[in-house]
């Protein structure tokens, strides 16, 4: 047996010296193209909550043409705010599929952010109007800003930005993160959440999912709505008659019924954003039709991405190599 295996070990800052929106944008691309086109593996979602008052979660996947195979252990540890830490967690771990051995272990945090950031990023491309110049979005978390980031860098007609805080209050942080995203975008604080709504031609709601956070009236023709935050049984953020009225897309139709907004309406049709992507799928939209998509994110997301940062790593030396004897 091999005495001188290796395990590459890469931190939170080798994972984020090694990330480029723009390679992430196309890995995540090819993560939806490889679900559509059956070549990759999206195996069944573990996601229960923890006795601690978390949750934890298993996304698991493969893409036996490329040898490529492993998951993401993640979820939400709300008592990490106390210690000053982040309350989300990931670890990821790349294996060979020909020895299951593990491969590479990465921090899973930064590429969790990037990826779901840049998949709003590519579903805004292919469902909100192009004309779009408002934006609303509901919270001011990493998830927020990262997902706010890539819809002012893929749709350059945006002119302003509305934001809804979870305390009510203007988050200044918050307005100086988009306000280095782009010149000349207008970024205003709402308390009002009907009334962002209704004022904006894109809405992107990235909460931890605690209930609807609009009313369904507030919603006008021709808004498309990004769904980040409900990934788990229980969870919601658009109120009820929303997804019945719109045109829903999804990342994966069984994870959209089993832990995202489509478990509040199952009997809902769908079409996944990567038979869009394919041309397996069109989607011939119509200026006063109302998009969603809800977003659960893909172990595929989380394996090419992660393939991408262990390939750069090897490349340029970056990350720490340890003894993995067999």
């Known amino acids: 047996m091999p005495a001188d295996a290796q395990l590459l070990l890469l931190d939170k800052h080798a994972v984020e010296s090694l990330l480029n929106p723009d390679d992430v944008l196309r890995a995540v691309r090819e993560a939806f193209t490889l679900h559509s086109d059956r070549e990759g593996r999206v195996f069944p979602v573990i996601r229960e909550p923890l006795h601690t008052g978390g949750v934890f979660g298993i996304k698991a996947g493969d893409v036996p043409a490329q040898d490529l195979l492993g998951f993401k252990a993640a979820g939400f540890w709300p008592s990490n705010r106390q210690q000053g830490g982040e309350p989300h967690q990931a670890t990821i771990l790349l294996i060979d599929p020909a020895t299951g051995r593990p491969v590479c272990m990465i921090d899973g945090n930064a590429i969790t952010t990037a990826r779901t950031g840049a998949a709003g990023g590519i579903g805004l491309q292919a469902l909100a109007r192009p004309d779009s110049t408002s934006l609303c979005v509901f919270g001011t978390g990493v998830q927020a800003r990262v997902q706010a980031a890539f819809a002012l860098r893929r749709l350059p007609s945006l002119r302003t930005v509305r934001y809804v805080s979870h305390g009510g209050t203007p988050d200044p942080a918050f307005e100086a993160a988009i306000a280095t995203l782009a010149a000349g975008i207008a970024v205003s604080h709402d308390t009002d959440g009907n009334r962002a709504v209704a004022g ?108 991408m940062i262990h390939e750069r790593a090897m490349a340029d030396g970056v990350g720490c190599a340890i003894a993995w004897p067999w």
């Open 200 to 307: 904006s031609d894109i809405v992107i709601t990235a909460t931890p999912g605690r209930g609807p956070l609009f009313d369904a009236d507030a919603l006008q023709p021709g808004t498309h709505i990004n769904a980040v935050g409900t990934d788990t049984r229980g969870k919601r953020e658009l109120p009820a008659g929303v997804l019945e009225r719109a045109i829903v897309v999804a990342d994966d139709r069984e994870q959209s019924v089993t832990i995202g907004e489509r478990q509040w309406a199952p009997g809902v049709a769908c079409t996944e954003i990567g038979d869009l992507l394919t041309g397996k799928a069109s989607l011939a939209r119509q200026p006063g039709d109302i998009t969603v998509f809800d977003m659960t994110g893909l172990a595929l997301q989380d394996l090419t991405v992660g393939r």
